[in-house]
């Protein structure tokens, strides 16, 4: 069961969504990958 996003998780996902160009989101870039990291170290999304 998924469970609803924080008010931080939804600012941040925007955030990324106007930085990231959506041709670059993919699994090989590695800014999207550090975040990844980075957002699942800090207790978010589990995979």
């Known amino acids: 069961m998924q469970k609803n996003w924080t008010r931080e998780e939804t600012i941040l996902a ?3 969504y106007c ?3 959506s041709k670059d989101v ?9 975040l990844g990291e980075l957002f699942c170290g800090l207790g ?4």
């Not at 993919?26 to 550090?34: D, K, R, S």
């Not at 978010?44 to 995979?47: L, R, V």
């Open 19 to 21: 930085i990231i160009p």
């Open 26 to 34: 993919t699994v090989n870039n590695t800014l999207v990958i550090a």
């Open 44 to 47: 978010g999304i589990e995979y």
């Open 14 to 16: 925007f955030e990324l």
